[in-house]
């Protein structure tokens, strides 16, 4: 089967055309349609397929995905059963708007590639252009956040000159006196992406005529990854969302905050203060309270005699629970079984004194057993769960008369 000419090659702004069905094949589990030329970018380099449609004398139907074989034949898959015959002569479509995000990304991809080469020594190793995120891993182990700036500060910089931007068959002479970002990846047809110099590499894929086309790119996330850096971007009319969505995102929370946009940082600062007063007064009036609790729960202990406390409190954090149960502990030299009521049950907890012989962790699992909980421990502490309904204190009261 002979290969498939692509007419995106030469005009990547190209939005019909026509062909001839030269071949039904297979790829992998479906049945494919072979053209003797296509428009429609097949999925490669990080960059996902075109989605079109081709209508033919008696049918139509969209086109939902485009792969490339190794022998450079391009492999178009229908949404319907329905193929056109062989030897059928069609017109093709291709989804522009799709095309058009591609164009920026990848195009946006190169640039930000070279600005960050450029401005934080950092390589690319390879890029990924999604249906959702783009990104870009750099062989550096740490990227400088101001380096990043700079790099995107020289991309839209390039793109606001309105450049433009060459790809070409290079022959082999010209090949070996261009300086290439990269090394290509194949030994023959290099394809080679020029933009106005800033950034020379080959590729394959789809791209702008123009830097000003890109519009605007902007790195959205910085991450490490498998021993190297994650850049996340958007570009073009994803860049246009994505400013549309940061600025609903702000407008609603300076209507929350009743403030104006350029107010809300410190709206939140504030607000982060706030929060933090409030839990130093919160965790002082815990503390203040477990004080208490623990001196009531050991002084009524202590007026029956007792050196085990069981007992079923309000609803209180764990930490409160861990605090009276050590003041309760220390002060009669004995044990204690808590329990408080939370979002998933009760929570129970069961300590005791060093001098104490009541074995914690054997307790709690035979009350949690009985009661349909979980949780165990060691001799001197354990912790659980029980279900909202159990009865701890006649839980107790049967684990130990056993």
């Not at 692509?6 to 702004?13: G, T």
């Not at 492999?75 to 708007?97: F, Q, T, W």
């Not at 095309?99 to 990848?106: D, S």
Request: net charge negative; glycine share 10%; proline share 3%.
């Amino acid at each position: 089967m002979t290969g498939t000419t692509r007419l995106y090659f030469d005009d990547p702004l190209l939005s019909r055309f026509e062909a001839r069905v030269i071949a039904h094949a297979k790829l992998g589990d479906w049945t494919s349609l072979v053209l003797d030329k296509t428009a429609l970018y097949p999925e490669a380099g990080g960059q996902m397929a075109d989605r079109g449609k081709i209508r033919w004398s008696g049918g139509e139907a969209a086109v939902v995905d485009v792969q490339v074989d190794d022998d450079g034949v391009v492999h178009h898959r229908l949404g319907g059963a329905e193929l056109p015959p062989v030897g059928a002569e069609l017109a093709g479509e291709i989804d522009m708007s799709r095309r058009r995000v591609h164009m920026a990304l990848h195009t946006g991809q190169h640039m930000l590639s070279r600005g960050l080469l450029d401005e934080a020594s950092a390589p690319t190793v390879s890029a990924r252009l999604g249906d959702n995120v783009a990104t870009i891993d750099l062989d550096v182990p740490a990227l400088d956040e101001s380096a990043v700036a700079r790099g995107e500060a020289l991309v839209n910089a390039v793109i606001d000159d309105d450049r433009p931007i060459r790809a070409f068959f290079p022959t082999a002479s010209e090949l070996a006196g261009l300086d290439l970002r990269r090394a290509p990846k194949v030994d023959r047809d290099v394809r080679v992406v020029d933009i106005d110099g800033f950034d020379i590499s080959p590729c394959g894929g789809t791209h702008c005529t123009r830097t000003a086309q890109v519009g605007l790119v902007k790195v959205t996330g910085v991450e490490r990854y498998k021993g190297k850096m994650r850049i996340s971007f958007v570009a073009g009319a994803r860049a246009r969302n994505e400013l549309g969505r940061a600025r609903d995102d702000l407008a609603a929370l300076a209507r929350d905050l009743t403030c104006g946009a350029s107010d809300v940082a410190g709206a939140v600062a504030k607000l982060r203060a706030d929060l933090a007063s409030v839990r130093d007064t919160n965790k002082r009036l815990g503390a203040d309270l477990a004080a208490r609790v623990a001196a009531e729960l050991a002084h009524d202990a202590e007026s029956r005699g007792d050196t085990l406390v069981v007992a079923e409190l309000p609803a209180l954090g764990v930490e409160q629970l861990r605090s009276i149960a050590g003041a309760v502990v220390a002060r009669l030299r004995g044990a204690v079984v808590l329990a408080s009521a939370g979002d998933e049950g009760k929570h129970v907890l069961i300590s005791r004194h060093a001098e104490h012989t009541l074995d914690c962790g054997k307790t709690l699992k035979a009350i949690a057993a009985a009661a349909g909980g979980r949780g165990g421990g060691r001799p001197e502490h354990a912790e659980g769960k029980l279900p909202s309904g159990a009865d701890v204190v006649a839980l107790v009261q049967d684990a130990l008369a056993d």
